[in-house]
Each structure stands twice: as structure tokens, then as C-alpha cells.
């Protein structure tokens, strides 16, 4: 059965304090490591997917790293605005099921 | 471009009472997944439909939980009799099936609160 667990589980960062967020897993058969930010009230939002390990990923102040057990979202200077929570996903065998970590609280003070 | 809509959005009912929730994928995406988010359990997959037919439902809790997608353009999740421990956040996420190993794309969720 696939794993996914996520640390820290909340993490409270000055605005400008570089951090970043892990994510291990367990998967028979990596077909896709996802990244998603979520909202108060909304739903997940796509940031990134990783297929290989070595694989790298940046959009703005985020960058995503995979290797064969964990991925890391590498948070550089951050903004109050990136406060959200930081969900993990894998995809293993199957060419449909995401398993899910229970997520990062992330609260960037100004 | 719309994406992903479901509604209603929040939902409060009694202990008992039938609730549905609805989900209109996003146009051309042949693939449609049901969640469940709960602070104990995270989000956990409940149904997969493929081309409106069920491929995995391994994930419904029991058979109060019933999923249909009777067309391309929308699917209900059905809960008879509800009870409080279905109270979480359900959320609807779609893809085009050529795209399986990339990103599903969610919807808002509905809030089902049951009392």
C-alpha cells in the first residue's frame, strides 16, 4: 500500500525566512509525485508534478526536488501570501489513484 | 474557462436525512474522481469514474454511499441515511483520461455538516 507522510505538520516562517517542507514516501512503482497548495475553503491547486528522481521543478518562490523516498518544496523568501497548506501526492502502479499526505500548515508572518 | 463545479457548497442536514452532492466536471475531461477530506484521515479517494463508468469504488466507506456520472457532464455522490461521522469536506476533481499521470484538477468541495 502506498505511503505518504508529511513533516513538519505546521511550520511558522517570517516573511523573507527561507524553509523547506518534506515529504516521504512509499510506492510501488513511482509513476508521479504531485505537489498542491490549499486554500481556507477551497480546493487542492496543482503546483507541480515530479516523475523521476533528480527531477527539479520551480514556479516563483517555490522549488520542488524528488529523490527515490522523499520530495522536498524548498520555500525561498516567502510572502504572507503563500500561507496555505502544502499537500503531497503520490501515484503509484495505477494510472489513477493519488495517496494523499495529511499536509503542511504553512503561516508566513509579515 | 470553467473549471471544476459542484455544489451545494455547504450543507447542513439531520441524522438520517439523504444528501447530494453534485459535480459537473471540467468539459472534456473523461475521468472524474470523488474525495473526501477529514483533519484525521487528510483526502481519501472514495470513487474513480472512467468514460461515466465506475472503475475503482473500493474507497466508498459502505453501502449508504452511492456514486453516479450519468453523463460526460455530471455525477452525483448520494449519502442514505447520513450520519455525523460523514460530516467532512467532499470534493470532486476531474482530468482527461490520455492525461493519466498528470494533475487532477479539484473543485471547491462541499462542506457537508450532519447533526
Known amino acids: 500500500e502506498d505511503q505518504v507522510t508529511q513533516s513538519p505538520e505546521a511550520l511558522r516562517l517570517q516573511e523573507g525566512e527561507s524553509s523547506s517542507l518534506n515529504c516521504s514516501y512509499t510506492v510501488s512503482g513511482l509513476r508521479g509525485l504531485f505537489w498542491y497548495r490549499q486554500d481556507p475553503g477551497k480546493g487542492p491547486e496543482f503546483l507541480f508534478t515530479l516523475y523521476s528522481a533528480g527531477e527539479e521543478k520551480e514556479k516563483e518562490r517555490l522549488k520542488a526536488t524528488l529523490t527515490k523516498k522523499e520530495s522536498f518544496l524548498h520555500i525561498t523568501a516567502p510572502k504572507p501570501e503563500d500561507s496555505a497548506t502544502y499537500l503531497c501526492?503520490?501515484?503509484?502502479?495505477?494510472?489513477?489513484?493519488?495517496?494523499f499526505g495529511k499536509g503542511t500548515l504553512l503561516t508566513v508572518n509579515p | 474557462d470553467a473549471g471544476v463545479i459542484q455544489s451545494p457548497r455547504h450543507e447542513v442536514t439531520e441524522m438520517g436525512q439523504e444528501v447530494t452532492l453534485r459535480c459537473k466536471p471540467i468539459?472534456?475531461?473523461?475521468?472524474l474522481f470523488w474525495y473526501r477530506q477529514t483533519m484525521m484521515r487528510g483526502l481519501e479517494l472514495l470513487i474513480y469514474f472512467n468514460n461515466n463508468v465506475p472503475i475503482d469504488d473500493s474507497g466508498m466507506p459502505e453501502d449508504r454511499f452511492s456514486a453516479k456520472m450519468p453523463n460526460a457532464s455530471f455525477s452525483t455522490l448520494k449519502i442514505q441515511p447520513s450520519e455525523p461521522r460523514d460530516s467532512a469536506v467532499y470534493f470532486c476533481?476531474?482530468?482527461?483520461?490520455?492525461?493519466?499521470?498528470?494533475?487532477?484538477?479539484f473543485g471547491p468541495g462541499t462542506r457537508l455538516t450532519v447533526l
Open positions: 476533481a476531474s482530468r482527461p483520461l490520455a492525461d493519466s499521470y498528470n494533475e487532477q484538477f
Open positions: 501526492a503520490v501515484q503509484g502502479g495505477s494510472n489513477y489513484k493519488l495517496t
Open positions: 468539459s472534456g475531461h473523461n475521468s
